[in-house]
């Protein structure tokens, strides 16, 4: 079983930045394909952003474009999500998701194998 384990959320200002990491106990890594989704209260989960194994290609949700940069690095086994131009309604809990098959649709929570535990993102207005 692999496990993802979030990190990096916290209390930000709108138009601050933050920098979430998500480690894979995983030596497969370099094959997945990796998310991020967020999930605010009252509302269900949503895609925010993915990375194809290769690096190479990404998407990201309408309502991140332009302000959230994923990467990754394959060597420590983790993907990163570069916030920056934080708004009150990126206010949520962002979870990490791995895909072993690589996604065909990506926006679908249901195309990924293996979900972290969350991570809190609050932003004040």
């Known amino acids: 079983q692999v496990q993802l384990v979030e990190s990096g959320g916290g209390l930000v200002q709108a138009g601050g930045s933050l920098r979430l990491s998500c480690a894979a106990s995983?030596?497969?890594?370099?094959?997945?394909?990796m998310g991020w989704f967020r999930q605010a209260p009252g509302k269900v989960r949503k895609f925010v952003a993915v990375i194809r194994w290769s690096g190479g290609t990404t998407f990201y949700a309408d309502s991140v474009k332009g302000r959230f940069t994923i990467s990754r690095d394959n060597a420590k086994n983790t993907v990163y999500l570069e916030m920056n131009s934080l708004k009150p309604e990126d206010t949520a809990e962002y979870y990490c998701?791995?895909?072993?098959?690589?996604?065909?649709?990506?926006?679908?929570?249901?195309?990924?194998?293996?979900w972290g535990q969350g991570t809190q993102v609050t932003v004040s207005s």
């Open positions: 995983e030596r497969t890594f370099s094959r997945f394909d």
């Open positions: 998701a791995a895909s072993r098959q690589g996604v065909i649709n990506y926006r679908d929570s249901y195309e990924y194998d293996y």
